[in-house]
């Protein structure tokens, strides 16, 4: 996303579009992971739709608590770094690569189930293309990675297409309050468990929700023309405005889904795309899912634009006093006259498509991977403000904390009984060690826990 220029402090008027901006443009990732989440935790309930609202509802909750911590971080650091800036003040500068290897995963899995989940959105409405699954996932990957070299999105096109998924998501709710049920076939399905027992085993995997949710304290470095309470006021909004919007299209979403008894879909559509169709009109639903495969690409390309920025903030450049910083290699930093920094793209762009190719082009085969990886970086964090909670004798935030870090490593705990996801977990540990290592023969350069804050400016 790319920066407004100038550091004048903005009138009352353009402070009001720049939060519109922000926030809708940041808030397109979780927004996004609605499309794919619900059915991943029906999936994981074996279509069980009596249990699919508590299994989410409790996915919302978790979100909340996420949520609490995150405003709490934003607020420690309202010039961004989120929790690799956490990380590192509080268990060493190190540290911070645990957090930041795990980011770099994230944004390749993001690229690759969001494109994974737009060719499924366009595959829904024109069921003909499915035998080209593969092929269109992977052209929307090079597709988004190519609009990405020729110049970064602004912040109001990422917002305008979020908000254009959340107007047509609120008109599929209304209009399925008008729908007929469909009559129920077939025995009713078995969750192999006590409901307890699925619902705590199935709500990991739409954790995918929370994808996104640190964003708003690491791309609030992005505001230089805000002073640092004017950041932390608009990472704070925008944190609880994503848990406002994300929290009801989901759960919304989810009660007219089992209401109209929408199951697990066929291999050739999704089930948010099949309460589309049996709520409204052939125009709207062409219209919702042309809105959700733009939501969806919108928030590759912020993942396009935020793991290259990366790479360059960690290469290596030389200064004019003749010193050098950085750990990688400086072809990493290059950039073309649109200042975008194209090898990173290469980069990201090959490892996502061959992921998505990996998955064969199925957003449903990435869910587990991708609601793992992101984890390792809210565990670090919020093990990191606990810290800070525990030397300052903060003992209502150090619960809070402690809470939060207890659900979140339930949540990687339960994934990795699934055995996928620690290729995911094993990649980002795999990757924060090499940089690790690349730092220590660089000489331990200074200032790496503020990296990510860094490549957001």
């Known amino acids: 996303m790319t920066q407004l220029k100038g550091r004048r402090a903005p009138g009352a008027h353009s402070r009001g579009a720049l939060l519109f901006a922000f926030a809708f443009a940041v808030m397109a990732d979780p927004v996004s992971s609605v499309a794919y989440a619900i059915e991943a935790a029906l999936r994981a309930l074996h279509g069980d739709l009596a249990l699919l609202l508590p299994t989410m509802a409790l996915v919302v909750a978790i979100v909340v608590l996420v949520i609490v911590n995150y405003s709490q971080l934003v607020a420690r650091y309202p010039q961004g770094g989120g929790a690799a800036a956490a990380t590192g ?51 929307l990957v090079v597709g988004v990675a190519g609009g990405t070299w020729f110049g970064h999105l602004g912040r109001t096109v990422f917002a305008v297409m979020t908000v254009g998924f959340i107007a047509l998501a609120v008109v599929v709710l209304i209009s399925a309050f008008f729908a007929d049920a469909a009559p129920a076939t077939g025995p009713a399905p078995d969750p192999g468990h006590s409901p307890l027992v699925a619902v705590a085993l199935a709500f990991p995997v739409a954790m995918a929700l929370a994808t996104g949710i640190e964003a708003p304290s690491s791309a609030i470095a992005q505001l230089g023309q805000l002073d640092d309470p004017g950041r932390r006021r608009f990472g704070r909004v925008t944190l609880w405005l994503t848990l406002g919007v994300v929290g009801t299209i989901t759960l919304g979403l989810t009660a007219q889904a089992v209401r109209l008894g929408i199951g697990v879909p066929h291999q050739d559509t999704t089930q948010i795309a099949e309460l589309a169709r049996a709520a409204t009109t052939t125009p709207v639903f062409a219209a919702f899912q042309l809105t959700t495969a733009l939501l969806l690409l919108s928030a ?13 903030a960690l290469a290596r450049r030389r200064h004019a006093d003749g010193t050098s910083t950085g750990i990688l290699p400086g072809w990493l930093g290059r950039t073309n006259h649109h200042h975008t920094p194209y090898w990173g793209v290469v980069v990201f762009m090959a490892a996502a498509a061959l992921v998505t190719a990996a998955a064969g082009g199925r957003d449903q085969e990435l869910v587990l991977f991708y609601a793992a990886s992101v984890f390792v970086s809210f565990l670090a964090g ?76």
């Open 382 to 457: 919020l093990l990191a403000m606990a810290r800070f909670s525990w030397r300052e004798r903060r003992i209502t935030f150090l619960v809070i904390n402690f809470a939060g870090a207890l659900a979140v490593g339930f949540t990687l705990a339960v994934n990795l009984t699934r055995g996928d996801p620690i290729v995911s977990i094993a990649a980002a540990l795999l990757i924060a060690a090499a940089l690790y290592w690349l730092w220590v023969r660089s000489g331990r350069p200074r200032g790496i826990r503020n990296i990510a804050a860094d490549a957001e400016e």
């Open 300 to 312: 590759a390309s912020s993942s396009f634009q935020a793991g290259p920025g990366l790479f360059k």
């Open 89 to 139: 003040e509080a268990f060493g500068e190190g540290t911070a690569f645990v957090p930041i290897g795990a980011l770099i995963v994230d944004f390749v899995l993001t690229i690759a189930i969001s494109s994974a989940a737009g060719a499924s959105a366009v595959i829904a409405f024109f069921p003909a293309l499915a035998p080209w699954r593969v092929i269109i996932a992977v052209v």
